[in-house]
């Protein structure tokens, strides 16, 4: 590349790429190696094409090297401007937007404008094309030739050489070419292949293009569940894995939006309303549900009546004490003694050469272990954390730091039993304690066991003053085995939630009201969850809650009608409210060609970074206001970002206007916003502009 672009010690390069992300090593290692400065902004400065054209200008800037979206944002904000002294752009990762290398050219006559694709495996570039007059019929930027020392090759399923025009597999060869996957021989086996004819190592990438006749590949996408937004490559899968894992979502699907030039990722999450297990979507029409399931259970199959005719009455005496499972508990905490009580069947007695418990174990192994997790404040004289009851001791042994559930987990029973719970009961089997007895008898004689365990618990519980609920348990990242210090011979058999016992004469089963949590703040709340856990490509720009997932007539997940279905509950917001958030809202219109609610993100309304930062440019100029483009994005709606400039947060000395300024300069604002509207293509703009 060095070489190709004549890059050494009089270039200056702008280094936008985190350090996670391919194209930063050749801003490190081609840059520096070849003698170049590097300039990085600082981490707050990574998304304000303000700050860029600063340095770009300050450290004079003479090659560019990022991703098409972050180049469109600079051009955008840039327009206008003095010309910049990039001598060269070079683009990858992404779909390049036709009009985006004349936009560059606009800003920086005599940049030599470079379309570069590949893939990590390889040497990350692989194939180049210099980007001149963009032609009348082009789909797309060309992907270009093979670079030196590279080969690219347009296969069929059969691993054929496809001809021109005809759609294959792209495979690339060449020195650049990883080793293979650092231990993981499998998808190396599977992603490294050798050319059926010639012996070539190559590398599958999983994309699809064709030859043109005029010499170069076009690059048509992903043919899998893979899919690149941002110059990331993201799995759809891990996304949906994430978002599963979360508090209260059953079921979830991720997709892309938007044209190939300007996608984005997507999200729809159906809530879980207390079902356990989650069942997939195929297999939950097979059950019973509501008024059926009712009249099933009332049908009492589990009686038999056909056995014999005379049956031999056995004499009654009292009643025994019926079993009753406690799903709401007592606003109080616990005292320390009742809870020891109440695990008091789990301890072990002195025998002659093994202990005795009150229930049995098959060989007297008692391979089922007791681990508790208990709710910070609600056991006197106890820390809330996780713990393993030693039943030698009868002592609780802590296993972990930390008083919270971990993230993901979910139980299956309702969020007013979980709620008001102190504690929760896990009952684990360890095989390694058994199987050498019983082999693949074990998991049978512990769930026996485990079974006997729950009924000593119930049994007790309730005389000191505690209520149990035996509940499912879903932990789809195993985390709750990190916090429990859990091995591989460990699972986790039964659960059992628990509580102070409601006074009498209160239902046992009276939910302890609560307001119902809305789907905007459920997704909210999911979103926050991703964050602290998922790298930011990987959180959806756009999260919507769904009844139900969509599906195809075959069955599968509609991925093609998540975004029209996410984007439907926009058109119920509040629409703009005030002279402040009209301006806002006329501002985004004049882009978008259509109303923007209020309380609508920016993002699940169409508008992308590039729209963002022509609004922002826009905004700075009917309100006199000067605020970082960071807003933007961080206040994403049309209430938050008047909020936010009506407050007077930006710097110091910037003219943001205080809300009763706002309001007495509305209407002028209004009115030069309704002129600059008349300005933008009557199709789009024409029908906004009559509307406000």
Not at 301 to 324: C, F, I, M, N
Not at 503 to 527: H, M, Q
Not at 663 to 690: C, D, I, M, Y
């Amino acid at each position: 590349m060095c070489e190709r672009f004549g890059v050494g010690p009089g270039d200056v390069v702008l280094g936008l790429s985190a350090l996670s992300f391919d194209l930063s090593v050749w801003d490190v290692f081609g840059a520096l190696g070849a003698g170049a400065t590097l300039v990085l902004p600082r981490a707050d400065d990574h998304r304000d094409p303000r700050r860029w054209l600063d340095l770009v200008r300050e450290h004079r800037v003479t090659i560019w090297n990022s991703v098409p979206a972050l180049a469109g944002m600079f051009t955008d904000y840039a327009n206008g401007a003095a010309t910049v002294p990039l001598r060269l752009v070079m683009l990858s990762g992404d779909w390049i937007p036709l009009d985006l290398p004349d936009r560059i050219r606009a800003c920086a006559p005599d940049a030599r404008v470079v379309s570069l694709g590949g893939a990590t495996e390889a040497a990350i570039w692989s194939i180049a094309y210099e980007v001149g007059e963009v032609e009348d019929g082009w789909d797309s930027i060309p992907y270009g030739t093979p670079m030196r020392n590279q080969t690219f090759h347009v296969l069929d399923d059969r691993m054929r050489e496809c001809p021109v025009h005809v759609t294959g597999e792209l495979y690339i060869g060449g020195v650049g070419l990883a080793e293979g996957y650092l231990g993981d021989p499998e998808k190396t086996a599977e992603r490294f292949v050798r050319h059926p004819s010639s012996g070539e190592r190559l590398y599958r990438t999983g994309d699809l293009g064709r030859w043109r006749p005029e010499g170069f590949i076009e690059f048509l996408g992903r043919e899998d569940n893979q899919v690149k937004v941002g110059g990331f490559r993201i799995e759809l899968g891990e996304v949906e894995a994430a978002l599963a894992a979360c508090p209260g979502v059953a079921r979830a699907v991720a997709a892309t939006a938007g044209d190939r030039h300007n996608k984005r990722l997507i999200a729809a999450v159906v809530r879980d309303e207390g079902k356990f297990p989650a069942l997939p979507v195929e297999a939950e029409d097979d059950l019973l549900s509501g008024l059926e399931r009712t009249e099933f259970l009332l049908a009492r199959h589990g009686r038999r009546t056909d056995v014999g005719q005379t049956a031999v009455r056995l004499p009654t005496s009292a009643p025994p004490p019926l079993r009753s499972s406690r799903r709401v508990y007592a606003d109080r905490a616990l005292p320390f003694a009742d809870l020891a009580a109440a695990l008091e069947p789990l301890r072990a007695h002195g025998g002659e050469a093994l202990p005795k418990f009150a229930y049995a174990s098959a060989g007297s192994a008692y391979a089922v272990q007791t681990y508790l997790w208990v709710r910070d404040g609600a056991v006197t004289g106890l820390a809330g954390g996780h713990y393993y009851h030693d039943p030698d001791t009868h002592s609780l042994v802590p296993s972990a730091a930390g008083a919270d559930l971990p993230g993901g987990i979910g139980f299956g029973v309702p969020d007013h039993t979980t709620a008001t719970a102190a504690f929760t009961v896990f009952l684990v089997a360890d095989y390694a304690a058994i199987s050498p007895l019983y082999g693949t008898r074990a998991r049978d004689f512990c769930l026996l066991e485990a079974g006997l365990m729950t009924q000593v618990l119930e049994d007790t519980a309730p005389r000191h003053g505690i209520g149990l609920c035996q509940s499912g348990l879903r932990d789809p990242g195993r985390a709750l085995h990190t916090v429990l210090r859990l091995g591989e011979d460990h699972e986790i058999l039964h659960t059992l939630v628990g509580g102070a016992l409601l006074p009498e004469g209160v239902p046992p089963d009276l939910p302890a009201p609560r307001p119902a949590e809305t789907d905007a703040r459920f997704a909210e709340r999911v979103r926050e969850a991703l964050v602290r856990t998922l790298p930011a490509h990987l959180v959806p720009g756009s999260l919507g809650v769904l009844r139900s997932l969509p599906l195809t007539p075959t069955g599968k997940v509609d991925r093609g009608a998540i975004a029209s279905l996410i984007a439907a509950p926009v058109a119920r917001q509040a629409p703009p409210s005030g002279p402040l958030e009209e301006t806002v809202a006329a501002a985004l219109r004049a882009e978008l060609g259509r109303d923007v609610p209020a309380t609508a993100r920016f993002l699940d309304v169409g508008a992308d970074s590039a729209v963002l930062v022509r609004v922002y440019r826009a905004l700075k100029g009917e309100l006199g206001v000067d605020f970082p483009l960071v807003a933007m994005f961080e206040h994403g709606t049309v209430r938050a970002l008047a909020a936010h400039l009506s407050h007077g947060t930006a710097p110091p000395g910037s003219a943001v206007p205080d809300a009763e300024l706002a309001r007495a300069t509305g209407k002028a604002r209004l009115q030069r916003a309704a002129r600059v509207r008349t300005r933008q293509e009557p199709a789009s703009a024409g029908e906004g502009a009559t509307r406000s």
